[in-house]
């Protein structure tokens, strides 16, 4: 089946520790993003990349960082300078230029 | 500023009867806008896309109409079922040649059996 995963579902992190969060697809896209949720929120866009070794920051990437080596893989690390890292996250992918976005089902971060 | 406006008010229907979501924006030019559907606890999924040049789109009971002039599009779902209960997102592209959408913040949906 084709589609776009996100591992973990649930994820707990303690201040100050960095945490990866795993997006990968297997829809041949070339466009891959990031998105974060919170509640009563819309969806902002933390990065995005259009090509493998290249990305772009989004609307607030700032304690966020990428990574994209692969071509059906966008690991998203949120690092200990992000002050308000809970939140549900959320990964999607598209073919270059198009415009439908596919989504993953999401992890759910929570700092404790 | 740019602003994309959805109600943040739930809408409580009955089932059989229509839905009517709206999506408002102000300081975009968008070239088309998308809606989505998302489901508690997981990722959006797409449904309907309408360019700047249609006033109007279907694809079985879902409808989309796209009023530039008025700067709103409509989501209508006909013969509602509680199966539609949900939130839907709009996201709107701006003209330019971006692909990036910009999303509301959605409106839940609950159809009452």
């Known amino acids: 089946d084709g589609g776009i995963t996100q591992s973990p579902k649930y994820l707990f992190r303690k201040e100050g520790q960095n945490v990866t969060l795993s997006c990968e697809q297997n829809?041949?896209?070339?466009?891959m993003y990031w998105y974060r949720q919170d509640p009563g929120q819309g969806l902002r866009l933390i990065y995005y990349?259009?090509?493998?070794?290249?990305?772009q920051k989004g609307d607030i990437a700032e304690g966020y960082s990428v990574s994209r080596e692969k071509k059906e893989s966008f690991p998203l690390t949120v690092t200990s300078a992000q002050k308000n890292p809970t939140a549900f996250y959320l990964c999607?992918?598209?073919?270059?230029?198009?415009?439908?976005?596919?989504f993953g089902p999401g992890t759910r971060l929570t700092v404790l | 500023s740019q602003k994309i406006e959805q109600n943040s008010e739930a809408l409580n229907i009955q089932e059989g009867k229509t839905a009517t979501l709206t999506c408002n924006y102000t300081?975009?030019?968008?070239?088309?806008l998308q809606w989505y559907r998302q489901d508690p606890g997981r990722g959006p999924v797409f449904l309907l896309l309408?360019?700047?040049?249609?006033k109007e789109k279907r694809k079985e009971r879902l409808k989309v109409t796209f009023d530039t002039t008025l700067k709103q599009s409509l989501f209508h779902i006909t013969a509602s079922q509680p199966a539609d209960s949900a939130t839907y997102l709009c996201?709107?592209?701006?003209?330019?040649?971006?692909?990036?959408?910009?999303f509301g913040r959605g409106t839940s949906l609950i159809v009452h059996p």
């Open positions: 999607a992918s598209s073919i270059a230029g198009a415009n439908e976005q596919f």
């Open positions: 829809l041949n896209h070339d466009a």
């Open positions: 990349s259009q090509i493998v070794n290249d990305f």
């Open positions: 300081n975009y030019s968008p070239a088309y």
């Open positions: 309408i360019r700047e040049n249609e």
């Open positions: 996201a709107l592209h701006a003209s330019g040649g971006s692909y990036i959408p910009t």
